[in-house]
């Protein structure tokens, strides 16, 4: 069961754009979102994450937007730059007593073109 | 501080065999979890170690297992390969409690099995 379903699989945008990543998840007792970005042949490395009783966060040029009634949330990467082509992963983790085990999303793989 | 660091990072065996994959977590973390990421599963949760005892499992079949040390660092191991046990294996550390939620990535032991 997938339970974070992440979107598009793959994008191509222009140096300067912005790019758009977007997750969904299902289960109500995650309380922790993070976003992790992975260059090849190196481990994901967190980016920015959010709790859910904050609407956006933004860190440089990144920002997550979260909508805890639709069990959205959401990565913008403004003024994309060509360092930023990555695989970006969302994720969500749950209560403390669960643990740390994070839920992954699919990943996004990110071109940026100069 | 050292990242997380994981040995061997290459590693290739063989149908039937057995192999143990090792993780040191950064100094001061005292929980270690291990993913396995293939392109077609994504990353996917294997287990979780806190203080020597086994904390969380995923939904892996019992020829994978854990072990932590008094030192915090961790190992795996899969018995009796099969060719779809090749993957990245990624070891994260972090602290422990809600406030806490930051894990750190190695830069993973390739496996390939033949």
């Known amino acids: 069961q997938q339970q974070v379903k992440q979107s598009p699989q793959s994008l191509i945008v222009q140096k300067g754009g912005i790019s758009i990543i977007n997750c969904a998840y299902e289960?109500?007792?995650?309380?922790?979102f993070p976003w992790y970005q992975q260059f090849p042949g190196k481990g994901p490395a967190l980016l920015i994450a959010?709790?859910?009783?904050?609407s956006e966060k933004k860190e440089g040029r990144f920002t997550i937007s979260f909508n805890k009634s639709a069990k959205q949330f959401s990565l913008h990467i403004m003024d994309s730059q060509p360092g930023d082509s990555a695989t970006y992963f969302c994720?969500?983790?749950?209560?403390?007593?669960?643990?740390?085990?994070?839920?992954f999303g699919g990943g996004t793989r990110v071109l940026v073109k100069p | 501080k050292a990242g997380v660091t994981q040995t061997p990072r290459y590693l290739i065996k063989t149908r039937g065999q057995q192999v143990t994959l090792s993780c040191s977590p950064i100094s001061g973390h005292r929980s270690v979890s291990w993913y396995q990421q293939t392109p077609g599963q994504g990353l996917q949760f294997l287990f979780e170690?806190?203080?020597?005892?086994?904390?969380n499992k995923g939904n892996f079949p019992g020829r994978f297992s854990g072990r932590q040390f008094s030192n915090s660092r961790s190992e795996m191991n899969v018995s009796t390969l099969e060719l779809g046990d090749s993957a990245l294996y990624l070891c994260?550390?972090?602290?422990?409690?809600?406030?806490?939620?930051?894990?750190?990535f190695g830069p993973g032991t390739r496996l390939l099995v033949l």
């Open positions: 994720a969500a983790k749950g209560w403390e007593a669960a643990g740390n085990k994070l839920t």
């Open positions: 289960n109500t007792a995650f309380d922790y």
């Open positions: 994260a550390s972090g602290l422990f409690g809600a406030s806490q939620e930051t894990q750190y």
């Open positions: 959010i709790r859910p009783d904050v």
């Open positions: 170690y806190f203080s020597e005892t086994q904390r």
